[in-house]
């Protein structure tokens, strides 16, 4: 049942990457080009960006909001697995603001090596944030819009090029994951934070010496949505195969409030709220690698001691740090529960699909009955034969 949902679900997600048709105008993959004109750029004239860069207002943009409720749990979303994170020292990286963010150049040799059909490599990271008076993630789930949002970006590297690759279908891919304020410093955030004022002004840039970059992602990079979208700035080329995490990032207020405050944009105004707002599904389907919700048809188990499937949203807190590199591929015990759990569920949705049919078939029974008998006493020469009635309405039940 759900495999014929995820199959054409897929189906629908590759008739959908396969429209995406072929145009190179504009070049827009360089922020470092400064002031108004070809290429130029605001959040401020969001609903402009397609008169210039008509993938914008494609039907696979992104960001979304993700409705829990609406994704469907696939069983071939395997944990992300990231390879080469972990940087000397030594190797220094370029932090730049170009403007719209703050962006951290990474090295090809870091890769998504598990998680997706193909092999992606690192381009670079950055970040969305909101203002002192509210959040500013891109993606928001429920509805729920979080304190800010990182995004990792990574190409197919059997494209030809960088600039190939974000023109295919799936030749990019994004992980992204919600940072939210929580008690104590990120001590991985604080390699970047710290030298933000280094970068104050647009077109600034300074060095980061290399850490664990794997740090700036969650801990469980095991429950995550997947969807096909599109960069959320211009060109909005809608060649990306997303990644968003379920688990939240946590930061300290004050870490917070340093990014809603440090940076400038382009006007030398607050670089603050550099979102954009969240795009139409158009039919697009949400997939997730755990059961995020319970489907409101399904009906109550009958062992009501299975644990909680996923703890509360902020219930997040102590893997938060990704400290513990041994946590950092999920909690197979939730894993396993979950899927006996889907299972059950399952089961259980296969029965009452099978109970509600007999009790329609049942009630169609009767009704007919009713109305034969109710013509039959209106009918002067009528002679009653309830036994036929009653077998007839017997016979129809059992042909179901
Ligand atoms: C995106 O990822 C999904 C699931 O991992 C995969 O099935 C699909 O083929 C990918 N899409 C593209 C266009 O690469
Ligand atoms: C994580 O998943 C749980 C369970 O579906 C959901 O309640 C929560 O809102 C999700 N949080 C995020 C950030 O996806
Ligand atoms: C998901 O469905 C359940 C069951 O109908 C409902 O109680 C809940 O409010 C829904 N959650 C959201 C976020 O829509
Ligand atoms: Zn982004």
């Known amino acids: 049942m759900s495999c014929t949902r995820l199959g054409l679900s897929l189906l629908l997600l590759a008739a959908l990457g396969w429209t995406e048709d072929e145009h190179g105008s504009e070049d827009s993959s360089h922020p470092k080009k400064k002031g108004p004109g070809h290429g130029h750029w605001s959040y401020a004239d969001k609903d402009e960006w397609p008169l210039e860069f008509p993938d914008c207002g494609g039907q696979m943009q992104s960001p979304i909001n993700i409705d829990t409720n ?4 696939s069983r071939e979303l395997q944990p992300v697995v990231l390879a080469g994170y972990n940087l000397d020292p030594s190797e ?4 730049m603001n170009n403007g719209h963010t703050v962006v951290l ?12 059909p193909q092999e992606y490599r690192a381009m670079q990271l950055h970040l969305h944030w909101g203002s002192p008076e509210g959040p500013g993630s891109e993606h928001t789930v429920d ?5 800010g949002e990182i995004h990792m970006v990574y190409y197919n590297p059997s494209s030809d090029s960088i ?10 891919a994004v992980l992204a994951a919600f940072l939210q304020v929580g008690p104590e410093d990120n001590v991985h955030y604080q390699h970047l934070l710290e030298q933000l004022h280094e970068v104050q002004e647009e077109g600034k840039e300074t060095t980061v010496a290399g850490f664990n970059i794997e740090g700036l992602l969650p801990a469980n990079l095991g429950r995550y949505y997947r969807y096909s979208g599109s960069l959320t700035t211009p060109s909005c080329y809608q060649t990306v195969n997303w990644t968003v995490f379920n688990q939240t990032v946590l930061l300290s207020k004050e870490q917070i409030s340093l990014l809603e405050t440090t940076l400038q944009g382009d006007d030398d105004k607050d670089l603050q709220n550099n979102f954009r707002l969240t795009q139409s599904l158009h039919g697009r389907k949400v997939l997730a690698s755990f059961q995020a919700s319970l489907s409101p048809r399904r009906v109550p188990l009958p062992d009501d001691g299975v644990p909680p499937m996923t703890p509360a949203p902020d219930g997040a807190t102590e893997r938060s740090t990704a400290e513990a590199p041994g946590a950092g591929a999920g ?5 396993d529960s979950e899927k006996q759990l889907g299972f059950a569920l399952q089961t259980a949705e296969v029965l009452a699909g099978l109970f509600g049919g007999l009790f329609a078939v049942t009630a169609l029974a009767f009704l007919i009955y009713i109305y034969k008998q109710r013509s039959q ?4 020469d009528s002679h009653p034969k309830p036994n036929v009635i009653y077998t007839a309405a017997t016979t129809d039940e059992n042909a179901v």
Do not use: H, N, V
Request: proline share 11%; glycine share 12%; hydrophobic share 25%.
């Open 70 to 73: 609406s994704t469907i749990f």
């Open 92 to 95: 220094q990286l370029s932090l």
């Open 105 to 116: 150049r990474l090295p090809g040799s870091l890769t998504i090596a598990s998680g997706y």
């Open 143 to 147: 509805g729920r819009r979080y304190d």
């Open 163 to 172: 600039k190939e690759a974000m023109r295919q279908p799936g030749g990019l």
């Open 331 to 335: 909690c197979p015990p939730c894993a």
């Open 377 to 380: 006493t209106r009918r002067p």
